[in-house]
């Protein structure tokens, strides 16, 4: 399984390297190859030679790029790709923003070196890792977009990890994808579905998770700790 690292910082990016082949294989979940890029020319020419990387970890400050602009320039550039961010900017409005712009999870680069375990198999897994938020930073309507046009969300409950257990098959092909920040167009492509079809999972599925965006969805599958693999699992 190959994992894609894109960092500037060569000592950092070759000691998180070492970190995660050691700690993804002492853990037992297969084989992993860690491939390292300095910027993100370097790593379209990395996924260019290995077509089959499972997940980019992002750092939001390369030296050519600043910020969730990253992000961006990523997903335009590697769209199929799942990205975990890692960053130094922690503040909930940064992290948000990336679950808002399509990553798949968010790692603070002042974990410790379980919790980067932790975080990574989760999200191998078809979860979602995310820092501890404060309860309103993801029900912020400004920060998040409903998939229905009209009036601004409710508050919304998190959702407990039963709440996904009620979902259909489909609706939980739809939060896979939604989980690896698709957009509804890709979607229906992957799951051969129309547009309207996919707005009513996503309707039912923020139903039953209590909340009314893709952005509170990603977070409340977070908190829930469940993974998405083939069914819903308990982490």
């Not at 599925?205 to 469940?226: C, D, E, M, P, Y």
Request: aromatic content about 2%.
């Amino acid at each position: 399984m190959k994992l894609l690292l894109i960092d500037d910082h060569p000592l950092f990016r070759d000691g998180l390297s070492l970190l995660i082949q050691h700690r993804l294989n002492l853990a037992d979940h297969g084989s992993f190859e860690v491939l390292e890029a300095g910027d993100l020319p370097d790593a379209a020419r990395a996924l260019a030679a290995h077509p089959d990387v499972r997940l980019a970890l992002l750092d939001l400050g390369l030296a050519d790029r600043q910020g969730l602009g990253t992000l961006d320039q990523w997903r335009a550039m590697a769209p199929h790709v799942p990205v975990v961010v890692l960053s130094a900017d922690d503040r909930p409005h940064t992290i948000v923003s990336a679950i808002d712009r399509g990553a798949s999870g968010f790692i603070p680069k002042t974990v410790q070196s379980g919790v980067m375990q932790e975080a990574l198999l989760r999200v191998l897994s078809g979860g979602v890792y995310l820092p501890p938020l404060p309860d309103d930073a993801a029900l912020n309507p400004e920060l998040a977009h409903d998939v229905d046009a009209g009036g601004e969300p409710e508050p919304a409950e998190p959702a407990d990890p039963e709440s996904l257990l009620g979902l259909s098959d489909r609706q939980l092909d739809v939060l896979r994808l939604l989980i690896e920040g698709k957009p509804n167009k890709d979607i229906c492509r992957r799951l051969n579905l129309s547009e309207s079809t996919v707005k009513t999972h996503l309707s039912a599925i923020f139903r039953k998770l209590r909340v009314n965006s893709r952005t509170q969805a990603v977070v409340a599958v977070a908190r829930a700790g469940v993974t998405l693999n083939a069914a819903p699992r308990l982490g």
